[in-house]
């Protein structure tokens, strides 16, 4: 049975205790078995029977590796590993000092730092169009370079469950004029689609 007591869970399939670095609702790994759990905001952990992935290499980032953006120390305490069609893709989860998140985030050899809130855009501003195409959010334009459909998935360590998905998402992957900022947009479905915003950073610079 599961057990949560004491902001810890309890691996219900090896008994591995484990902090809790997130408020529920979330989605946590096990780190002996790799066994994945569902937390809800009742605190009650169900299965997610997730089919485990062998997507090696899973990281060059350690889960619990430190450092400091924007004058604010965070520690990495999730990893989303994400295979498209036309891209592989590592997300780590930034948790900051003062209990803020981002992503920091390898997409075609850079690393770019997104912001953890989505931005809700209409489907019929993105669906349909194609690489070359120029997309508007929030009155910045973005050019459409790379469009992908996520194939398999993997998760390790906690991450909130908004941002748990391992179904098949279209990914549209955009540029700004200025070259550093990227927006990633997921379309879910022919109604709901969510951009994120990243800024290009230089990985030693977050020492």
Not at 55 to 73: A, D, F, M
């Amino acid at each position: 049975m599961t057990s949560l007591t004491a902001n810890k869970f309890s691996c219900p399939k090896c008994s591995v205790q484990t902090e809790l670095l997130l408020p529920s609702p979330l989605v946590i790994s096990c780190p002996s078995c790799q066994e994945t759990f569902f937390i809800d905001k009742d605190q009650k952990a169900t299965n997610a029977y997730l089919l485990k992935q062998d997507l090696s290499p899973l990281k060059v980032i350690e889960l619990t590796s430190s450092g400091v953006y924007k004058k604010n120390r965070f520690t990495v305490i999730g990893h989303i590993r994400s295979i498209n069609t036309h891209s592989i893709t590592n997300e780590w989860l930034m948790k900051f000092d003062d209990n803020t998140f981002a992503w920091l985030i390898e997409n075609g050899f850079k690393y770019y730092v997104f912001e953890n809130d989505p931005i809700s855009i209409s489907a019929n501003s993105i669906i349909g169009k194609s690489v070359g195409d120029i997309i508007k959010i929030k009155e910045i334009d973005y050019t459409i370079y790379d469009l992908s459909k996520q194939i398999k998935f993997r998760v390790d360590g906690q991450i909130p469950e908004s941002d748990y998905n391992d179904g098949e998402l279209f990914i549209y992957e955009a540029i700004a004029d200025d070259s550093i900022t990227l927006a990633t947009i997921v379309i879910y479905d022919n109604t709901t689609v969510e951009a994120y915003k990243g800024i290009e950073i230089n990985l030693p610079d977050l020492k």
